[in-house]
């Protein structure tokens, strides 16, 4: 490991980390579309259905016993707050999807209260998405998307639905709840898709 003196070591730039036209946050803003749904736990599944009506359906003690990972990610909303570092567990995406056969290129997320995203299938896949359920240490709070939510951070924060109830797998991209409204169809922070047309 190399040593280097306290006067030339290169601190991280904020603008390394933050995607042009963000802002740094140190709390943890709540946007909600809508009142934050009650879900008991014993009600609640997930469910991934595929282009054919395939489905795949776990309940809450079935995701939990799946194999977690501890994942640190940094955030970005498209109303241009960031949150770097954040601490987080769930279940990867491609642990549950390694049971889906799909031949599929996008997907539809659904969540209980009836938000809806849309991104292609393969940002969900390769080590990018979680079914997360816990958040710096502590089950994931009810406004944040407790008990479980998507979180897809490499795209704006609109695409990791709270509250995540399933996702189902299309040939064609279909427009979720703000996509309909005029935001980005994909969402990349770093490239700042964040209306049609960006
Ligand atoms: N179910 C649901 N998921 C959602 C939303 C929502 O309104 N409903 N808002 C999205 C948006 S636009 C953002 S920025 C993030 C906000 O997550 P937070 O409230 O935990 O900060 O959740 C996303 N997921
Ligand atoms: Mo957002």
Redesign the pocket.
Known sequence: MAVVSRGFRRRREPDDALPPGQYLVRD???????PT?KVALDRWAFTITTEAGMEHTWTWPQLRALPSEQFTVD?H???KWSKLGTGWEGVSLDTLLARVTTGAGYALVS?????T?NLPLPDLRGGKAWIAYRYQGAELAP???GPA?LLVPHL?????????RGISLHEQDQAG??ETLGYHMYGDPWREQRYWGD
């Open positions: 943890f803003p709540v946007l909600s579309a809508g749904p955030i909303c498209v109303t969540s209980y209260g009836g938000y995203t406004e944040h998307g939510r704006y924060l609109c695409k990791s639905a709270k509250w995540v709840f703000w």
